[in-house]
């Protein structure tokens, strides 16, 4: 099967013929038609991830059709249309992944080829309003993104938010789910258009972190914020709690802009702020995350789809921020 390979740290993703075995057990192999790319493969290609394996087939999000099944499969899967879980192994406890934990897509052959073999724990069927494309979008970031609002910082109707980071894939999904929530969303970015585009999706407003004063223009215009969901760190991490209010809860599930520098310790506990960790989630974040989506039929945000062999150029489009929503390998189409 042709899949899209990482060779070693920092080389470009090659198209390569892979070979592609037969599933066993209660594993069902996929004829895969639409993959997405999330950060992780950059970081991966890039050699910033812990328990690099060599050769991957990279890739975490995939939808497609299931055309073989193991001994102990359900057979009746066979034909079905389905998106896979990217978070296998959680494990038995809710509040945390366990030590066999893993991600789909390094070390285990991930979404990026013709053919992917997962466990039947891990397969769902594709919800019916969505596209093959939105529905390869909507897995490991809609995942992140539901964990963080819900289970995490337990987000209610008419609280204010703050995504960071608008154009990432989580950060979007993380803004729609919040509107569906009846939230009052706010947002920053880098880039005015990406601001504006997230106003027109249903933001308040956006404020730009390359500014040095947009503190100050979140306080005036939203006063401040119960919840904030951010995924990049970095220097700005310590003025996200300057525009928490009191009782707030910061979601951290990402560090794309690097080291925090040092945070203000009385304003965490003279003001009651939680800071929550959280990483993907568990199979029943998985399902609620789904079930979310059908009942509010949430489309996920599309930047650009490219075919399997471009794969390379679409990673160069994640790793340089180019994007507004997720980036989409058409693998065998529709
Ligand atoms: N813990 C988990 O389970 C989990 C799951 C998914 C992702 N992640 C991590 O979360 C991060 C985002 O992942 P993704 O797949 O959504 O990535 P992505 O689509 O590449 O998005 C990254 C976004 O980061 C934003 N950004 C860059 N510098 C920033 C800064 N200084 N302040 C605020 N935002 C900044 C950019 O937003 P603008 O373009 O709008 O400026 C960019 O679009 C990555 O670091 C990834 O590894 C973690």
Redesign the pocket.
């Known amino acids: 099967m042709r899949a899209a390979v990482l060779s070693g740290t920092g080389l470009p993703i090659e198209i390569e013929e892979v070979e592609c075995r037969q599933p066993s057990g209660t594993e069902v192999r996929l004829r895969v038609r639409y993959a997405a790319l999330?950060?992780?493969d950059v970081?991966i290609q890039e050699g910033q991830y812990p328990g690099n394996a060599t050769g991957p087939v990279l890739g975490s999000d995939a939808c497609g059709i299931v055309e073989a099944v193991g001994d102990s499969a359900e057979s009746n899967l066979l034909g079905k249309e389905v998106l896979v879980n990217p978070s296998h192994s959680w494990g038995e406890d809710e509040r945390y992944q366990g030590a066999q934990y893993k991600v789909l897509g390094n070390p285990d052959a991930g979404a990026l080829a013709e053919y992917l073999i997962v466990p039947q724990e891990y397969i769902f069927l594709k919800p019916r309003y969505l596209e093959w494309q939105e529905a390869a979008a909507l897995p490991?970031?809609g995942l992140?993104a539901f964990r963080a609002l819900f289970s995490r910082a337990q987000l209610r109707a008419g609280e204010k938010i703050l995504i960071?980071?608008?154009?990432?894939?989580?950060?979007l999904f993380a803004l729609q789910f919040a509107l569906a929530a009846g939230a009052q969303a706010f947002v920053?970015?880098?880039?005015e258009e990406?601001l504006q585009k997230a106003v027109a999706l249903g933001a308040r407003a956006g404020f730009n972190?390359r500014r040095q004063d947009w503190v100050r223009e979140a306080q005036s215009e939203a006063g401040g914020f119960d919840v904030i969901v951010d995924?990049?760190a970095?220097p700005?991490f310590a003025r996200l709690i300057e525009v928490a209010n009191p009782g707030g809860r910061i979601v951290i599930?990402?560090?794309?802009?690097g080291p925090t520098g040092s945070l203000s310790m009385a304003r965490l506990f003279w003001r009651q702020l939680s800071v929550l960790g959280?990483?993907?989630g568990s199979t029943g974040d998985f399902a609620a995350m789904l079930a979310f989506c059908e009942a509010n039929e949430i489309r996920p945000v599309l930047d650009k789809t490219l075919p399997l062999e471009q794969t390379e150029t679409a990673f160069r489009r994640?790793a340089a921020?180019r994007?507004f929503g997720k980036i989409v390998v058409e693998v065998s189409g529709d």
């Open positions: 999330n950060h992780r970081w490991l970031a992140t960071t980071g608008i154009g990432g894939g989580v950060a920053t970015s880098g880039s990406k972190y995924g990049a970095g700005d599930y990402g560090q794309t802009a959280t990483t993907m994640m921020g994007q």
